[in-house]
């Protein structure tokens, strides 16, 4: 796939962000790291209460952003579901459950990146 221009990247974060709270999930986050690390330039951060909602979740997504064009380079963590990572290339996709985004905290972590609003 060819290299993709930031508008088309900030619009495929929308379509993901979107997906999520279609199906529910909480305290979605978009932050944009491309200032400050080159493995992506957005992080999309989410909560979801359940395996089967994560999963969900999950899969509703990768459909979405494939339907778009976007090709999900890989998938960590789906079967156990605390903690799904899609990675997309400039986007990275993270839903967590509720304990294990307490436990990392992406956002204080990733603080030098900028938080953004995508879900106007």
């Known amino acids: 796939m060819a290299e993709m221009t930031k508008e088309e990247v900030l619009e ?3 379509k993901a962000a ?16 491309s200032g ?6 957005y992080f999309l951060i989410a909560s979801g209460n ?5 999963q969900t979740m999950s899969d509703e997504v990768e459909e979405r952003l494939g339907r778009a064009g976007a090709t999900l380079r890989q998938i960590e963590g789906y079967e156990t579901a605390n903690w799904v990572l899609l990675d997309f290339g400039d986007l990275i996709v993270h839903i967590f459950d509720r304990d294990n985004r307490l436990f990392y905290d992406l956002e204080r972590i990733w603080t030098d990146g900028k938080q953004l609003d995508v879900l106007e």
């Open 50 to 54: 359940n395996r089967n909602q994560i």
């Open 36 to 41: 400050v690390s080159v493995m992506a330039d």
């Open 12 to 14: 495929l974060v929308k």
């Open 18 to 33: 979107e997906a999520l709270e279609d199906k529910k999930a909480e305290d979605i986050k978009v932050i944009d790291i």
